[in-house]
């Protein structure tokens, strides 16, 4: 018997799209539904047949005893306002924003009859919408649950479980320290990366055709879809704020030591990069 009866994903797109596929592969529930803004992705969810795909938010969450919100962080609170008054009493509300602090604001919004579990599957693409998802893309990924510690531990264990089912490797902490996190591995990388992308285009020799794995690899992420990073940015606006101080530190620091022509200095500056970078392939 699977573990949950329904299972109703709200914003179905490159995440929730992926959590259709891999809710059904698993089988995690004895039925999916599922609901996205877009005509077109709507149209392609119910072409993969394995969801009931609806044109209304509410009508999507009817009845399931668990509720996936994947919408974008901005649109977290209307989101949860709009499926609140057609939630079943008992059911679980989790979602995969990457924001919790602002997402834990907004699920006020939530009936008292539901309970609510942050999550953040640390799995994703440049690339957005329905169509790029996969049934592959949680596998042996990060997921942070976020319980406020209101919650029965019950429900929290079960919302654990669920993401575990989807393959991810789950660990749990407070909303703050989740937002601290990752702004220092994503949020700052992403303004960075954008920044950087913004100065390289500066550039008289800017020449696309010549440009080669190095480019392309600092700055794959700048490709993200930037509706979507709008909302997350804003939403830890002074995490991220900090970190760009950080950067323009750095930046400064290795161009003052440039100016110089302090050969010393960024030698030091490129080593410590190096070991760091070189940290991030070692086993966790």
Known sequence: MPPFQRIA???????????????????????????????????????????????QAEDCVRGADLVVVATPVDRMEETFATIAPA????????????????????????????????????AGSEKAGAAHA???????????????????????????????????????????????????????????????????????????AAAGTGLRDTTRIAAGEENLWLGILLANAPRVVGGLRSVEARVAELRVALERGDAATVNRLLAAARVGRQSLDRPA
């Open 134 to 208: 996969t049934a592959d893309l949680f596998a042996e990924r990060p997921c942070f649950i976020t319980p406020s510690g209101t919650e029965p531990r019950a429900a929290v264990e079960r919302v654990t479980a669920f993401w575990r089912g989807l393959g991810c490797r789950t660990t749990e902490c407070p909303a703050d320290r989740h937002d601290e996190i990752v702004a220092a591995i994503s949020h700052v990388p992403h303004a960075a990366a954008s920044a950087l992308m913004l100065a390289v285009l500066d550039q008289p020799g800017f020449s696309p």
């Open 9 to 55: 994903v709200v914003g179905a797109g490159l995440i929730g799209g992926s959590v259709l596929l891999a809710g059904a592969r698993r089988g995690l529930a004895a039925g999916f539904t599922c609901w996205s803004r877009s005509d077109d992705a709507r149209r392609f969810l119910a072409g993969l047949q394995v969801a009931t795909v609806h044109a």
């Open 87 to 122: 939630l079943a009493p008992g059911a679980l509300v989790t979602d995969a924003g990457s924001v919790k602090g602002a997402i834990l604001q907004a699920a006020r919004r939530l009936p008292s009859t539901v309970t609510f579990v942050g999550a953040h599957p640390m």
